[in-house]
């Protein structure tokens, strides 16, 4: 079970919670109509990225093996066969395009958007897996745009509108996580070679350079968002002192990417990394207290 699990990189199904930030960010959480809708959109979104994860290790194998982490992978270690891996692929379309229809069914609304956002996300990620991810700059704006689609998914869904700010802000953040991990490839590269030919248009100073210029624009943004007249207005002015949250664990991102020379995914670091998962915690309290306890 184990094998099949990494295959379908459940532990990276975590991204598919930006999902739920409209439903967050609106205050509609224990609204159990629209935190259903929520999860079916998280359920339908993770199988979606599965098969996009399916398609890359598949397309990957022979570059994956030559790649100190990636070569457990289970397609390019050999732990599940190429024609198996094909199967669960087309199970995971059959299953994904019948819950599309099986959720418009179920709440009786015909949910165009939101299937074309998931449409729209699996051929962006199919020019990305076979063209895209080789060209420098377009590679990581693909991944950005990937989150933004998500959030865009979680609004369509259920129906809340989404600030400009906050799909800016998505964007930004996920700009950020993109340049780490392929900071992280170019480490890696200096000891085992180049396994990505975009690695070509990247090397560890541009990197760095462009690591800290998204995170300063990330704290702009999330500080604009809070100072938004829809924010203050939905919330209290006391949520622009939510920042602090916000920059400490971008702060903290940064340590462990330039001074402690962390080269694992963005992913890994905030699952391993104490200081950013209790700051994050905190950041989801004080907002839950200003969205809940408003009085």
């Not at 459940?10 to 109509?33: A, C, H, M, R, Y």
């Not at 449409?119 to 377009?138: C, D, E, Q, S, W």
């Amino acid at each position: 079970m184990k094998k099949y699990l990494k295959l379908l990189r459940v532990e990276q199904w975590v991204k598919n919670l930006f999902v739920f930030v409209p439903l967050f960010f609106s205050g509609n959480i224990t609204n159990i109509d629209l935190l259903v809708k929520s999860i079916f959109a998280f359920v339908i979104f993770s199988l979606a990225a599965s098969v996009v994860y399916i398609l890359n290790d598949y397309n990957d194998i022979e570059a994956d093996r030559k790649h100190p982490e990636k070569r457990r992978r289970p397609l390019a270690s050999g732990a599940i066969s190429k024609s198996k891996a094909i199967g669960i692929l087309i199970g995971l379309v059959i299953t994904d395009i019948a819950l599309v229809f099986f959720t418009q069914i179920y709440f009786h609304e015909y949910l165009w958007k939101f299937a074309t956002i998931i449409g729209f996300y699996v051929v962006m990620n199919l020019a990305y897996t076979f063209r895209l991810k080789h060209v420098p700059i377009i590679d990581i704006f693909i991944i950005a745009i990937g989150f933004v689609l998500r959030v865009l998914a979680g609004g369509y869904i259920t129906g809340i509108s989404i600030s400009q700010w906050a799909i800016l802000l998505t964007f930004v953040l996920a700009l950020v996580l993109a340049i780490g991990k392929r900071r992280g490839e170019l480490i890696n590269a200096q000891v085992s070679g180049k396994t990505r030919r975009a690695l070509d248009g990247y090397n560890v100073q541009f990197a760095d350079i462009a690591l800290s210029i998204s995170i300063t624009l990330a704290i702009v943004c999330y500080l604009m968002f809070t100072l938004s007249p829809e924010v203050q207005e939905r919330f209290h002015s006391r949520v622009f002192y939510t920042v602090i949250f916000v920059v400490f664990a971008l702060l903290r991102y940064l340590q462990q990417t330039l001074v402690y020379n962390r080269t694992e995914s963005p992913t890994k670091i905030v699952y391993r990394d104490r200081y950013i998962q209790v700051t994050l915690l905190l950041w989801v309290a004080a907002f839950l207290i200003q969205i809940y306890f408003k009085k």
